[in-house]
Nanobody, 114 residues
Framework: QVQLVESGGGWVQPGGSLRLSCAASKSIVSIYAMGWYRQAPGKQRELVARFLSGVSTYYTDSVKGRFTISRDLAKNTMYLQMNSLKPEDTAVYYC????????WGQGTQVTVSS
């Protein structure tokens, strides 16, 4: 399985931006499903954004127009650009490859507050 390491989390005021990175231990070209999930305190883990076959993208409704998923194949890295952040975006964000039964990163905390 591929190993994943997230980075880029932190604290930001409402309206601010953060970019999360997910570095993979091997090529991500052939990974069918690769994306970002998040889990807020007391809530279930939810899918935020995802690539399918490296072409089509999915965004959960609450982040559409604010978040952008991208990847750099040369660096085996996936990104999540998060703009116009809201307090409700506060959560631990996880990188995933291969779906629920695939590989997970350790998570990175994102806190949005004033």
């Amino acid at each position: 399985q591929v190993q994943l390491v997230e980075s880029g989390g932190g604290w930001v005021q409402p309206g601010g931006s953060l970019r999360l990175s997910c570095a993979a231990s091997k090529s991500i070209v052939s990974i069918y499903a690769m994306g970002w999930y998040r889990q807020a305190p007391g809530k279930q883990r939810e899918l935020v954004a995802r690539f399918l076959s490296g072409v089509s993208t999915y965004y959960t409704d609450s982040v559409k127009g604010r978040f952008t998923i991208s990847r750099d194949l040369a660096k085996n890295t996936m990104y999540l650009q998060m703009n116009s952040l809201k307090p409700e975006d506060t959560a631990v964000y996880y990188c995933n490859a291969g779906g629920i039964v695939g590989s997970w990163g350790q998570g990175t905390q994102v806190t949005v507050s004033s």
